[in-house]
């Protein structure tokens, strides 16, 4: 069963029930670009979960702004091996302009960190997908594309997906 984080995996069946997706098998790699089980949080899944499973209102928008940016996306096994993140998302000039594009924003300074890169690459992600969510609306991305980025973009900690109390759009 589902729950917190895991939102955009769940939907909502008719007449007031509710289906749920098993975290299990959100979680099962089928990209074959998964850290391993044993080192995800339990609401991780992976990115073909997202066109394999019932979705809410997050998932069905992070899925369909995937399918726009990616029309070609049956010839990849994984969202991090297609051209639109290994081209554009995935780049040292991408990250550092969404890390600046950030800091204009919000007044924040960025420093030229590891640490801003990835967070840079996950606006980004977001931005290029759906769109602005809005302040404090977060939805967990999938763990093939964070451990992409986190392979590009290294640290020895790392923070993991914070939730927040606005739970759908």
């Known amino acids: 069963m589902l729950v917190g984080a895991q939102e955009q995996m769940r939907y909502k069946g008719g007449k007031g029930s509710r289906k749920e997706v098993d975290e299990e098998e959100a979680a099962d790699c089928k990209c074959e670009c998964c850290p391993p089980r044993s080192t995800q949080e339990q609401t991780d899944y992976c990115c073909r979960s997202l066109f394999s499973l019932p979705l809410l209102k ?60 990835r967070y840079g690459t996950y606006r980004l992600f977001i931005a290029s997908s759906i769109g602005h969510l809005g302040k404090g609306i977060r939805i967990r991305l999938p763990s093939c594309f964070v451990r992409a980025v986190r392979d590009r973009w290294p640290s020895p900690n790392y923070t993991g997906f914070a939730s927040s109390e606005l739970t759908d759009i």
């Open 58 to 117: 997050k998932g069905q928008l992070l899925r369909d702004g995937l399918i726009g940016c990616m029309k070609e996306f049956e010839g990849h096994s994984c969202i991090t091996k297609h051209p639109h993140f290994t081209e554009y998302i995935l780049t040292e000039s991408a990250t550092k302009a969404a890390a600046h594009m950030f800091s204009m924003m919000s007044g924040e300074e960025v420093p030229d960190t590891n640490k801003s890169r």
